[in-house]
């Protein structure tokens, strides 16, 4: 089987993955793991232009890319914190809450849809420039810093958005911009 394009930078993305949490884990300096870091998230935005350039964008693809997203930038989130101990010193409660609305989501989408949504919202991409952003501060300087709770707080935010588009979708959809455009969706139905 031949892999398409994107399908190959989905794939890298997938890779990086535990090769940045294994990198924590044996003490890599940051620097490295910001490499991996911008590796991934490069990898996170060139798989949807080029899919969008060769006209391969399928909804499993947007599901696989949705799924290779979440794995690696929680993978990167375990890893910053294996590099920086005390990156989420005091962020409990939105750590938390992050992880039962994520969680919640997840299953209510498998409830109801029989398979995770892949909305590629507005607030996912801002979110992922964000989080990248933090990431890299975290790993360069090996120093907490404020903006990941910012990061946090924001996920939580977009976490909400996506489990709200999907309580008012009648059905799975993918590439779903906004709550508006969910709701306008509906409307339209």
């Not at 892949?118 to 810093?145: C, D, E």
């Not at 996920?155 to 489990?163: L, P, R, T, V």
């Not at 008012?168 to 709550?179: A, F, G, R």
Request: glycine share 6%.
């Amino acid at each position: 089987m031949v892999l398409s394009a994107p399908e190959v930078l989905i794939a890298f993305r997938a890779a990086c993955a535990p090769a940045i949490f294994v990198l924590a884990c044996f003490g890599v300096r940051g620097p490295v793991l910001a490499a991996v870091l911008i590796f991934g998230f490069v990898t996170d935005v060139l798989d949807g232009v080029v899919a969008r350039r060769l006209g391969c964008v399928t909804a499993a693809l947007r599901r696989a890319d949705t799924i290779v997203d979440t794995v690696f930038y929680a993978a990167a989130a375990v890893a910053m914190w294996t590099a920086v101990p005390d990156v989420f010193r005091g962020g409990f409660l939105p750590l938390a809450l992050l992880l039962v609305i994520h969680v919640s989501r997840m299953t209510f989408e498998l409830t109801k849809f029989g398979r995770l949504a892949a909305y590629h919202m507005w607030s996912s991409k801002a979110l992922g420039v964000l989080i990248v952003s933090t990431m890299l501060i975290v790993f360069v300087t090996g120093r907490p810093n404020a903006l990941v709770f910012v990061a946090l707080w924001f996920a939580i935010a977009n976490e909400i958005e996506g489990f709200l588009a999907s309580v008012i979708l009648p059905e799975w959809t993918v590439d779903v911009p906004s709550l508006v455009h969910a709701r306008q969706r509906t409307q339209r139905s």
